[in-house]
């Protein structure tokens, strides 16, 4: 009996005691085995002329015995020495990566994530198996040896027999399981054709050899010379040598070998979705790092995109083997709907979560990744409007969210691809095509944001910034106005030879200073407000803390009044803050502003100037809860108001 080696020991220990749900992924790792073995010799032929190698020679072997309870997996690859058997099978290559998973095992007793996203190649037979057994014959040798374990202590290595070169990895499965309270592993799974053979469809398909299994099927048999007219077709079952795998892996093939249905039906099979994708592209790199990737949009949000449980990331592949599902690291936040494939040989098979983030080769496609989705989605902006304004509908919050979460840091990557909807063209609009049609004096970017399209095109703050004729963007989405807070300026990008036009600030038009007032009108409604002060202070004293301030508006035409907000929170950012946890007591300050030019303002005054308190507090507060209504927010008093306006109609 020879011993482990002590660090092989100590992964042993983990992989047969591990609770790990992820214990089918031991046939990924030998059949990855089988087909590095056979990838050297192929190797090694190209070069030595002595070696003829069949095609049978290359293909992988998968079988089990539901009886003695072994799965065996065989090459025809290069084999293994006595030597070589106890070398890579008694001794765990050691890297960085492997010490710091096992260090970390320790001390958190978890053995669960650390071992099985990432592979740790050969051992993982122990995590199904109770024994396992390897019968190999290298290249060129006439003997064969067998190496046993149970996975304990060590290992032997014995004579053996085998016809040609190759190994066969074969593994007799642990009992199943019976835990007293009625659950317990079992394997019986990996006795099952069905079971093989979706794991290897699953972790191996794009593996470059044919992985074979016997599968059995049914045929009809020959129809008999004397059959009658009553004859009724029989069958009869039989085996037969499959492939499993589709090896060539679709994003090696080139985009003109490959039909649109086959993307497609690529794409729904491995993720799940039963409609097409919106759109597919892809990206080879060749050189100091080479990939590919092949990346989809969605044509649908899925259900839970903007829950908690949604992971994003791509399938992460080194030379056709699954490393891991879902990628993180490949994907930005703001991107997170794509789902895709990534594929590099320069990356290691066994390279751990934790070393992922810091790897700068994952960095460096990660960031070509989001290069590509941002080029393929101006695209599509460009080209195929329609299916683009679906796409916003879709996936439009999530790239506002992450300008509003960098801080504005995103904003030169995002902002162009956001659509808002433009009042004055009545259609979805790109921040440049507003700019575009704005008139060259217009000094800001307007908006309006509220619950309803409809609701926001009937707001006289609205109407009156129309009727200057700049156009106002209605904003209906929550993340709308966060997302232009964080942005603060917007300013369309240079041409071909031209300087960069000034950025313009995005403004609420029931927010702060509009501006739109001309110099003389500003003036005016200043000496308004200082002429009535004595009224304003009495409404203020009506309102008490609701509002900050009653003033003479320069922003209205029609309507008798209005609430605006002046501090950086808007009334529609205090609507939606009260939704969330921690918002609530966010609250904008608010203005009333009065229509100085309005009949009603007249009557307010003449009240006031006879005396009449009563008066001057019931149409304080009809207008005040009038302008919250027409703009969309909430009374703190429905019966109260109700009552005032009876009491106006007796
Ligand atoms: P890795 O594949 O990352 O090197 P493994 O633990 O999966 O690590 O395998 C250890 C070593 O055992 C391999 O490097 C290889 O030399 C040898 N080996 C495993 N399986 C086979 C096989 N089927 N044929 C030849 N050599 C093998
Ligand atoms: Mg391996």
């Not at 504005?408 to 009042?423: R, V």
Request: with cysteine.
């Amino acid at each position: 009996m020879r011993k482990f080696k002590t660090e092989s020991k100590k992964l042993l220990d983990l992989m047969i005691n591990s609770i790990y749900t992820n214990r089918e992924i031991f046939l990924r790792e030998l059949i990855s085995n089988a087909s590095d073995a056979v990838d050297k010799l192929y190797f090694k032929s190209l070069t030595d002329k002595e070696i003829q190698l069949g095609k049978d020679e290359l293909a992988i072997q998968v079988s089990f015995d539901k009886d003695a309870r072994t799965v065996t997996v065989s090459d025809s690859g290069i084999g293994m020495t006595k030597d070589e058997l106890d070398r890579n099978l008694g001794t765990i290559a050691h890297s960085d990566s492997m010490a710091f998973k096992m260090d970390n095992a320790e001390s958190q007793g978890d053995d669960v994530d650390i071992i099985g996203q990432f592979g740790v190649g050969f051992y993982s037979a122990f995590m199904v198996a109770k024994s396992v057994r390897v019968v190999s014959k290298a290249y060129g040798s006439d003997e064969a040896w067998a190496w046993e374990s149970d996975g304990v202590e060590g290992y032997t290595i014995s004579e053996a027999t085998r016809e040609d070169h190759g190994t066969d990895v074969i593994l007799t499965l642990k009992d199943n399981g019976e835990n007293s309270d009625g659950t317990g592993e079992n394997y019986d799974t990996f006795l099952s054709e069905y079971g093989l053979k979706s794991l290897i469809k699953r972790y191996s398909n794009y593996v470059r050899y044919p992985v074979q299994m016997e599968v059995s099927k049914t045929r009809e048999k020959p129809k008999p010379e004397d059959a009658g007219d009553d004859y009724k077709p029989e069958y009869e079952s039989y085996t037969e040598i499959d492939t499993i795998n589709s090896m060539i892996p679709i994003w090696k093939r080139s985009k003109s070998e490959v039909t649109e249905e086959e993307y497609n039906e690529f794409y729904k099979t491995d993720f799940h979705d039963f409609a097409d994708p919106a759109r597919t592209f892809s990206i080879h790199a060749e050189g100091a790092l080479s990939y590919d990737a092949l990346l989809f949009i969605p044509s649908r949000a899925p259900y839970d995109l903007y829950s908690k449980d949604f992971k994003k990331g791509l399938a992460l592949y080194s030379s056709n083997v699954l490393i891991m599902e879902k990628c993180e690291e490949l994907l930005p936040d703001h991107y997170n709907f794509v789902r895709g494939v990534v594929d590099s040989q320069d990356l290691q098979l066994n390279i751990s979560r934790e070393t992922l983030q810091h790897n700068s080769q994952l960095r460096a496609i990660a960031k070509k990744v989001e290069k590509k989705i941002t080029a393929e989605l101006k695209k599509m902006r460009d080209n195929d409007r329609e299916e683009y304004e679906r796409f916003f509908e879709n996936f439009g919050r999530g790239l506002e969210y992450g300008i509003y979460t960098s801080y504005g840091m995103l904003k030169d990557e995002l902002a162009e691809l956001l659509l808002f909807y433009s009042a004055k063209q009545q259609k979805l609009v790109t921040l440049d095509e507003y700019l575009e049609a704005a008139p060259a004096d217009q000094k800001a970017i307007y908006y309006a944001a509220g619950e309803s399209i409809d609701r926001l095109a009937k707001m006289p703050i609205v109407n009156t910034v129309l009727a200057k004729g700049y156009d106002v963007l209605l904003c209906t989405r929550d993340v709308d106005e966060f997302c232009f807070t964080a942005m603060m300026t917007y300013g369309r990008a240079a041409a071909e030879g031209e300087d960069a036009p000034e950025p313009l600030e995005l403004k609420n038009v029931a927010s702060g200073e509009l501006d739109l007032a001309t110099e003389e009108e500003k003036k005016e409604a200043e000496e308004a407000t200082k002429e009535n002060e004595a009224l304003f202070t009495a409404m203020k004293d009506v309102l008490g803390d609701a509002v900050s301030s009653v003033t003479v508006s320069s922003r209205l035409t029609d309507a008798p009044a209005c609430v605006t907000a002046a501090g950086p929170v808007s009334l529609e950012m205090e609507r939606i803050l009260a939704q969330t946890p921690d918002g609530a007591d966010m609250k904008s300050e608010r203005v009333l502003e009065i229509n100085a030019k309005h009949a009603v303002f007249d009557v307010l005054k003449a009240a006031q100037e006879a005396g009449d308190a009563d008066k001057v507090k019931l149409y304080t507060e009809v207008l005040y809860n009038q302008a919250l209504i027409v703009e969309g927010m909430p009374i703190d008093d429905p019966v109260a108001y109700a009552n005032a306006v009876t009491k106006l109609m007796a």
